[in-house]
T-cell receptor, first 112, second 114 residues
């Protein structure tokens, strides 16, 4: 079993839909949780960074962490075609991540 | 803020040559830099971690004589793929972090060995 599990997709949604992306993990030591967006042939771009359990909102993006269930989510409201990318969750037990453990990535396609 | 620049973005070279990839943090001092390799439709695989002025720490299975890493300053790290062969063809991505901040990634280098 992988330490971090992420549905690879692809996930196809119409423009304007609410998107829910999820990761589950097994290591209870993880405290720092990140979501990265990666466009084709580009490096990952940090979208959200959260510590421990709770919610964090930034514009159309909301990150949720439920440490008791070892489950994290990224919600995208009013999805746009420009949101089409691969979304990677990442997590770390140390202070924001010398050692990041990545999910496999979910490929999202938002159709106009 | 937190911009990481990687150069070149794409390189094609003949088998047996050495290739150097640069990674620069443009607007912050990177105490730690990381080098990853990514295969198509897969997640990132950490190759090595380097701290400025120190020898890099390589992950298991990564040949340090094959992938030379130099982190000479707080804003620059280089990865040299020595005597590259077709199996070294891949997408190489660097990242950098400062203190307790998350890692920020460069845009990657597509390496093709003929």
């Amino acid at each position: 079993q992988k330490e971090v599990e992420q549905d690879p997709g692809p996930l196809s949604v119409p423009e304007g839909a609410i998107v829910s992306l999820n990761c589950t993990y097994s290591n209870s030591a993880f405290q720092y949780f990140m979501w990265y967006r990666q466009y084709s042939r580009k490096g990952p771009e940090l979208l959200m960074y959260t510590y421990s359990s709770g919610n964090k909102e930034d514009g159309r993006f909301t990150a949720q962490v439920d440490k008791s269930s070892k489950y994290i989510s990224l919600f995208i409201r009013d999805s746009q075609p420009s949101d089409s990318a691969t979304y990677l969750c990442a997590m770390s037990a140390d202070n924001a991540g010398n050692m990041l453990t990545f999910g496999g990535g979910t490929r999202l396609m938002v159709k106009p | 803020g937190a911009v990481v620049s990687q150069h070149p973005s794409w390189v094609i070279c003949k088998s047996g040559t050495s290739v150097k990839i640069e990674c620069r943090s443009l607007d912050f001092q990177a105490t730690t830099m990381f080098w990853y390799r990514q295969f198509p439709k897969q997640s990132l695989m950490l190759m090595a971690t380097s701290n400025e002025g120190s020898k890099a720490t390589y992950e298991q299975g990564v040949e340090k004589d094959k992938f030379l890493i130099n982190h000479a300053s707080l804003t620059l790290s280089t990865l040299t793929v020595t005597s590259a062969h077709p199996e070294d063809s891949s997408f190489y991505i660097c990242s950098a972090r400062q203190g307790g901040q998350p890692q920020h990634f460069g845009d990657g280098t597509r390496l093709s060995i003929l």
